[in-house]
């Protein structure tokens, strides 16, 4: 299986547990891996049939501030659900990171990994 990625989305969403976090939209980072079969792009250089990765990017950046999560977990188990989902990855490799939600760290986050059914 070959990937496709995206580093370094930056989305705004409302996202954590304490009230002061949830009263505007925060950045989040997020980093795709995404399976995709991309055998013909080898062969013939052409985008038909390829993960596109400018509608997931797009996707994500109008849907996440539309959204209101405690955790980074549970956002994250959404990003999956929709690349799996919507775009029909049959592998999906999720990071979101907060950055500056923690004093001395310059990001904190989760990464999870999803497969199809």
Known sequence: ?????????????????????????RPVLIDLDIGADQESAFTHDNAVGLMNY??????????????????VERLAAHVADVVLGEFHAPYVRVTIGK??????????GVVIERRRD
């Not at 109008?62 to 999560?69: A, C, K, M, N, V």
């Open 54 to 71: 400018d509608s997931i990017s797009r996707r994500l950046a109008e849907l996440l501030p539309t959204l209101s999560y405690k955790t």
């Open 1 to 25: 299986m070959d990937l496709v990625f995206i580093k370094g989305l930056k989305c705004q969403t409302t996202l954590g547990v304490y009230a002061w976090e949830r009263v505007a939209l």
């Open 99 to 108: 950055p500056g939600a923690v004093p001395n760290a310059a990001m904190v």
